[in-house]
């Protein structure tokens, strides 16, 4: 499960990324400065890292105390872009149903 819901997040946020290319001036910045404004004004701490198909790292950042969460993707070039943001962050685990299972 882990696996799946890890390859599907990572697919996830290379569509928004794409989706958003064209704004990423706005969203990027210094890895230390982002880094910095989701600990300090947010509390959002790591949960995952995978790379990207671009060679970037998309990172999950998310507070248990707040249930933000925060999908960023920092590029070759070192400049740290956000992705995508929310609310209701929960760390769950559930088994995938066998294959051919009815749902």
Not at 42 to 63: D, H, K, L, Q
């Amino acid at each position: 499960m882990t696996q799946t819901l890890f390859a599907f997040s990572l697919g996830a946020a290379g569509l928004i990324l794409a989706a958003t290319a064209g704004h990423s001036a706005t969203q990027c910045g210094k890895r230390d400065m982002v880094l910095g404004q989701l600990t300090e004004k947010y509390g959002e701490t790591r949960r995952s890292i995978g790379v990207a198909a671009s060679n970037g790292v998309m990172e999950v950042f998310a507070s248990d105390t707040s249930g933000s969460w925060t999908i960023t993707v920092t590029r070759p070039d070192g400049l740290m872009c956000l992705v995508a943001s929310g609310q209701g962050f929960e760390t769950i685990t559930e088994q995938l149903p066998a294959k051919g299972a009815k749902i």
